[in-house]
């Protein structure tokens, strides 16, 4: 088995690229010809970036778990699609073939539709990183039903958010995650989130960590009760036909203003683009094992752990515990132990293992790694050379790749082997995609050797088509900054050679060890306190998590500081989770404003950077005095 659309040398790339330019419609149906369609499409595309309205393959008619199981348990039933390995070393690993993947997955399909779940509804997974979480989402897709997956870490407010905004009548859950070395329970938060009104009709519940929970009568069901019910039956597959622009799923994400986004994937475009974006850019070789470190309740996971790799037949290894458990060496274990041959993990993993220096490294084969890869947040020099020589021992390509959840897919990267790696640079646009630099006005900067925002001018398969209920918010966030142009919210400049370097975001988004926050969330979280008058939250760099939060608070005067400062953290790790905790607070006596009373951020990330000498004009601010204050005060 070959792949087709795998482009082995740098003309390829370049011949592709011109080709995908010049007629996309033609060079995006050649790539789609090489999936499984029960009908085939009438026509490639029809967009326009003002509604914004993108539709790809329209007429096809498919279903996306027949091209990630049904196809590849045909050809190569025996080959493993996902190697699981779990938080615990000592603990058995669980190899799922092709064939028997497809069994699991059609069998918790029926178990979703005998408890009332159909097409188009909303199943919200709320799971630990087993394998039953990647069943679970093939079976939504397998009966059309739109998996919402929230990240294991969001609080039960967030996760009520996300049930409420998209009217989920499903849940699957666990009782708890192994992650280091004490279970943490997961199913408590499920519960939280559902007191009161709730569309949520029934709760399906993996008994993973043995946590005693509570299971409510007539709501809650014990997935392992669920399977034994079904045995001996003969099983209907309830696979259905989905139409190409048919949703697939949604994922929230964070923005610079409001609460989250839930951004929309459709199904045939998507397929077609994480799979031939997979291939190509980690230029996967039938047989060879790919880890990527990603939890798939972010976008990486769902496109690069199970719908992009499975698409491709390939074999997929997903870990369920951290980098550091039981020591430093946990990743390179897994690599020698599963002889992984790509792996695909974040700058803000591998500042935290070079904190420990190589002593970990030390015993480890990593001989069977040729690729290596990168992705959450711009890589660092001193982390990219890490990497490159005490990970990838100097002889396998670093594919530095930029994209977000709203792309879908990776946009911007090297080709392993195939196009060169620049370190700190992302590189090279994928074929099919357009970006453009433009500066403040929306100016389009032509040329190379330029800096401005990055925007991509043209459609591909398997960006967001809208924002979950709210169409206008979609068009508002990404198509009418700069009208004609999907908008990233990064800058980015282009070298002499035209390779992108992605220099992070220009809007009030912050990623926090490549966790994107957005600091309006984390405000609002805090001014909800009744101690407290109002909040600033900007970000500064980080050693280990890259950025990091900085709060400026104002109190109200009847509260200690000590008890404020408990009841922030206490109040963001209900209102998101944990990881949203600023690093630093600092009570203030006012904030810089401008006369028209808005909050000068700009003057805020200077300060919380410790670039204090160069904050620019203060004397037209509403209320220079606070300044001094609060450089007087600052966190170190
Ligand atoms: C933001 C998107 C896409 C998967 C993980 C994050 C930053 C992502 C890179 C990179 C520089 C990067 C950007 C982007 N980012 N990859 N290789 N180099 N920055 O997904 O949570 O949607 O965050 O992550 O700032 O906008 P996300």
């Known amino acids: ?210 946590i005693a929970i509570s299971m409510k009568e007539g709501r809650d069901l014990w997935w392992h009760n669920e399977i034994a019910s079904l045995q001996g039956k003969e099983l209907k597959d309830p696979i259905e036909e989905m139409d190409a622009e048919d949703m697939l799923y949604i994922l929230y994400t964070s923005g610079s203003t409001g609460k989250p986004k839930g951004v929309v994937h459709t199904t045939g475009g998507y397929m077609v683009y994480v799979t031939y974006s997979f291939v190509n850019v980690f230029q996967y070789k039938p047989g060879d094992i790919y880890f990527c470190t990603a939890d798939i309740g972010w976008v990486t996971g769902h496109s690069y752990i199970v719908y992009g790799p499975l698409a491709a037949g390939a074999t997929s290894l997903m870990f369920e515990g951290i980098p550091t458990y039981p020591d430093a060496g946990r990743f390179w274990d897994i690599v020698d132990k599963h002889k992984v041959n790509i792996l695909y993990t974040a700058p803000t993993a591998i500042r935290s293992l070079m904190a420990f220096g190589l002593d970990p490294l030390k015993g480890k084969d990593l001989g069977s790694l040729k690729v290596i890869g990168s992705v959450g947040e711009p890589i660092n020099l001193e982390a990219w050379q890490w990497y490159y020589d005490n990970v990838g021992k100097k002889n396998c390509p670093l594919v530095d790749t930029w994209w977000q959840t709203e792309n879908g897919g990776i946009l911007i990267s090297t080709l392993a082997g195939v196009t060169p790696s620049i370190p700190t640079f992302a590189t090279r646009p994928l074929p099919g995609i357009q970006p453009v630099l433009v500066d403040a006005n929306g100016k389009e900067l032509e040329g190379n050797n330029v800096a401005g925002n990055l925007c991509i001018k043209f459609p591909w398969p398997s960006m967001l088509r ?38 992070g975001r220009v809007d009030d988004v912050i990623n926090v060890s490549g966790h994107r926050i957005g600091t309006a969330e984390v405000e609002s979280a805090i001014n909800v306190q009744d101690s407290v008058v109002e909040s600033a939250v900007v970000g500064y760099p980080h050693d280990i998590k890259g950025q990091a939060l900085y709060a400026f608070v104002i109190l109200d005067g009847n509260i200690s500081e000590a008890d404020a400062l408990a009841k922030i953290n206490t109040a963001v790790n209900k209102e998101i989770g944990h990881f949203a905790r600023p690093d630093k607070i600092q009570f203030v006596k006012g904030l810089p404003k401008t006369r028209s009373g808005k909050i000068m951020r700009r003057i805020l990330r200077k300060i919380a950077e410790g670039e204090m000498n160069n904050l620019g004009d203060t004397t037209t601010l509403l209320n220079p005095e606070v300044v001094e204050e609060i450089k007087n005060h600052r966190l170190s």
Not at 42 to 71: A, H, M, Y
């Open 466 to 503: 809208t924002t979950y209920g709210d169409h206008e918010r979609c068009r508002l966030n990404y198509f009418a900054t700069y009208p004609g142009n999907y908008f990233s919210g990064d800058g980015a400049l282009r070298d002499e050679n035209g390779n992108y370097r992605i220099t």
């Open 1 to 210: 088995m070959s792949y087709p659309y795998q482009l082995m040398t740098q003309a390829d790339y370049e011949n592709a690229y011109r080709k995908s330019v010049e007629n996309p419609e033609e060079f995006w149906a050649g790539v789609a010809e090489n999936f499984v369609w029960r009908k085939k499409w009438d026509k490639v595309l029809e967009w326009n970036f003002t509604e914004p309205s993108v539709k790809w393959f329209i007429g096809g008619k498919l279903n996306i778990t027949e091209n990630c199981l049904d196809q590849w348990a045909q050809k190569q039933p025996d080959t493993p699609a996902i190697i699981w390995e779990p938080n615990n070393p000592n603990d058995p690993t669980i190899t799922l073939t092709y064939k028997e993947l497809l069994a699991k997955v059609i069998e918790f399909a029926v178990v979703l539709k005998n408890n009332g779940v159909e097409k188009g509804d909303r199943v919200c997974i709320y799971m630990p990183m087993v394998t039953e979480l990647a069943i679970a989402m093939l079976a939504c897709a397998r009966i059309g039903a739109i998996h919402n997956i929230v990240f294991g870490g969001f609080s039960a407010k967030s996760i009520r958010d996300r049930i409420e905004d998209s009217q989920c009548t499903f849940v699957i859950t666990a009782d708890g995650v192994y992650r280091g070395a004490k279970p943490i329970d997961l199913k408590s938060a499920v519960d939280a989130a559902l007191e009161g009104d709730t569309p949520v009709k029934k709760v399906i519940v993996l008994n993973h960590a043995n």
